[in-house]
């Protein structure tokens, strides 16, 4: 059965749970701690359980929401309206860009599991005009954007969200505070962009097209994987031991091998 909040049907297409606890929207909208002046942009606002709160604060937001009835919402919002920029469209092939003029972004929510992944990737080729980023995404989401080497976590998106960015899990949030309530549990993650990468790189999209064939199979050796790429003595010259697992092979270590492939080009 479909259910019903403030006679907004909950879409599964869209992976949409309404977050609904007081206590809990207070602890993130403190986490994101807006201020008036800036330029936040909030992603899904959904019913407005973190949109109120934080433009009682800020006093103005950028919201971009693809569902036409939401959006329609929050247009027609009694308090809200006249303090909403309401993009209509899909935040994955949304130009965050075109919202910079105000200054640097201010970016966060309450993403859907389903395209949490590629749209953390989407926001990694915009870097430059993002000042930190707070998204709610599930528990295991949060665990892979900050897991270190050697963990079962670890993968391409932990090496190309730590190469750009500093994490940290701000807050847990368990299922009861979302109708309707999912499965897993959720958190919310702050992702802060480097100014000076601790592991710089010269091309982003070279580092994720080496780590989307290095991750491809997990169980060979980093020599396997990249055999098309590298020989064994080229990744021992980096540094680099040809028999290591993909997993267990460091960040910095992966922004060598993209820098290196990038200058064959």
């Not at 010259?237 to 990038?262: F, Q």
């Amino acid at each position: 059965m479909s259910q019903t909040h403030l006679g907004h049907r909950a879409r599964k297409r869209f992976g949409q749970n309404f977050l609904h606890d007081q206590f809990v929207i207070t602890d993130i909208v403190d986490a994101i701690n807006p201020q008036p002046g800036e330029n936040l942009v909030e992603i899904g606002p959904g019913l407005a359980a973190l949109t109120e709160p934080v433009v009682e604060r800020a006093g103005h937001l950028t919201v971009v929401e693809l569902d036409r009835d939401l959006a329609d919402r929050l247009e027609r919002h009694p308090l809200l309206a006249s303090k909403l920029q309401v993009h209509r469209g899909d935040a994955l092939k949304t130009d965050f860009r075109q919202f910079a003029d105000n200054g640097l972004l201010r970016v966060f929510g309450n993403l859907p599991y389903n395209i949490s992944t590629p749209l953390v990737f989407h926001l990694l080729e915009q870097l430059d005009i993002v000042q930190d980023m707070h998204f709610m995404l599930q528990k295991e989401v949060v665990e892979r954007l900050a897991a270190a080497p050697g963990s079962r976590d670890y993968g391409r998106i932990s090496v190309a969200v730590q190469q750009a960015c500093a994490v940290e899990l701000v807050l847990l949030v368990p299922p009861e505070a979302f109708t309707p309530a999912p499965k897993v549990e959720s958190a919310i993650v702050r992702l802060q962009p480097y100014r000076e990468s601790p592991y710089p790189v010269t091309d982003r999209a070279t580092l994720h097209k080496i780590c989307l064939v290095a991750f491809n199979q997990r169980r060979k050796t980093i020599r396997n994987n990249l055999k098309q790429i590298i020989s064994d003595s080229q990744l021992e010259a980096l540094g680099i031991d040809p028999d290591a697992r993909p997993e267990t092979i460091a960040v910095a270590d992966y922004c060598k091998l993209a820098n290196w492939y990038h200058q064959q080009l």
